[in-house]
T-cell receptor, first 114, second 111 residues
């Protein structure tokens, strides 16, 4: 079974631009979660989507948004990029039951904002 | 709100040693706890998941325990190898909060 894939793997943007990241979950998984990882803050939860609906949301500004499609693929968007948005963005999928199932992570997208 | 801490922040051991990594959490209403490893610049690999009703889980040389009453989990690695060098993160899951991750322990196993 193919693992979680994320595209692109690396991205360089400038302040004020917007960016869209994509995540394809493991086949059959209906839940996709997004995380931001930085050296200073560690791994922080952004949001979770299940069956095209946002099921859970972390404490990030509205510039961070996401969506999930009917095939469970998910995208996250960051508008008006700031230098502090430079990070490794990870997505994880699971079967999406009651919650808390084993999370399977993708390799991440490394975003650099200049 | 769940908070997760891990000690030590970094650990260096000679090959062959048995070692213990510690994870503490503040909310005992935890639903489950998961241990991951992360290699530099890479995503996370799930190692073990312990449900709140379980006390421990084992996979090969790894054994993880969970004590909800004391708010602690430990990851025991037997007969460590250089290939075990990585950052180990624990994450607690509470309903409505999704997974909350600790800062990680960076492990170096020296040949």
């Amino acid at each position: 079974k193919a693992g979680v894939t994320q595209t692109p793997r690396y991205l360089i943007k400038t302040r004020g631009q917007q960016v869209t990241l994509s995540c394809s979950p493991i086949s059959g998984h209906r839940s996709v979660s997004w995380y931001q990882q930085t050296p200073g803050q560690g791994l922080q939860f952004l949001f979770e989507y299940f069956s095209e609906t946002q099921r859970n949301k972390g404490n990030f500004p509205g510039r961070f948004s996401g969506r999930q499609f009917s095939n469970s693929r998910s995208e996250m968007n960051v508008s008006t990029l700031e230098l502090g948005d430079s990070a490794l963005y990870l997505c994880a999928s699971n079967s999406g039951g009651a919650g808390g199932e084993t999370q399977y992570f993708g390799p991440g997208t490394r975003l650099l904002v200049l | 709100k769940q908070e997760v801490t891990q000690i030590p922040a970094a650990l260096s051991v000679p090959e062959g040693e048995n070692l213990v990594l510690n994870c503490s959490f503040t909310d005992s209403a935890i639903y489950n706890l998961q241990w991951f490893r992360q290699d530099p610049g890479k995503g996370l690999t799930s190692l073990l998941l312990i449900q709140s009703s379980q006390r421990e889980q084992t996979s090969g040389r790894l054994n993880a325990s969970l004590d909800k009453s004391s708010g602690r989990s430990t990851l025991y690695i037997a007969a460590s190898q250089p290939g075990d060098s990585a950052t180990y993160l624990c994450a607690g899951y509470n309903y409505g909060q999704n997974f909350v991750f600790g800062p990680g322990t960076r492990l170096s196993v020296l040949p």
